[in-house]
């Protein structure tokens, strides 16, 4: 299993006039946290795509529990709890500063071949380094 931990603070313009943040945000927080996770797998979004694979969101859930307020520092985990295939899943928490859970959520990517527009399996270059993070032993 491949694990992560990605820290962010809510900005003043991400809450709403209530004092939240914003629900619409944590897509993008998320965001942030995914790509941290592939940058400790050793790649950047950047040369992925350079490498001519897409990866689009093919979904994303997510359950609010409680909200985070402006300049709360967020603590997201973002766990891959089995090896991508055509379809590569991250799940989320994201907990506060006092460690209350805030939200879970995933969001379900999907490896498309630049060239041909067509979901393809991951490139071997990229599973020999995800491959690390769940072998045992």
Same mark, same amino acid.
């Given at each position: 299993m491949l694990r992560s931990e990605t820290k962010i603070r809510v900005r003043y313009g991400e809450t709403d006039r209530m004092g939240y943040a914003?629900?619409?945000?944590?897509?993008?927080y998320y965001e942030?946290?995914?790509?941290?996770?592939l940058r400790k797998i050793g790649f950047s979004y950047k040369e992925i795509e350079d490498k001519g694979i897409l990866l689009p969101v093919l979904d994303?859930?997510?359950?609010? &529990? +409680?909200p985070a307020f402006?300049?709360?520092?967020?603590?997201?985990?973002?766990?891959?709890? /089995?090896l991508?295939?055509?379809?590569?899943?991250?799940?989320?928490?994201?907990f506060n500063e &006092? +460690?209350?859970?805030l939200n879970t959520g995933s969001v379900t990517l999907v490896f498309?071949?630049? /060239?041909?527009?067509?979901?393809c399996t991951p490139p071997d270059w990229f599973m020999d380094e995800v491959e690390k993070y769940?072998?045992?032993g």
């Open positions: 914003y629900y619409g945000n944590y897509a993008q942030v946290a995914r790509v941290e996770t994303f859930t997510i359950q609010y &529990k +409680k402006y300049d709360d520092e967020l603590t997201i985990i973002t766990t891959v709890k /089995e991508p295939g055509v379809r590569f899943t991250f799940h989320y928490e994201c &006092k +460690k209350e859970l498309v071949d630049r /060239e041909r527009n067509k979901p769940f072998t045992h």
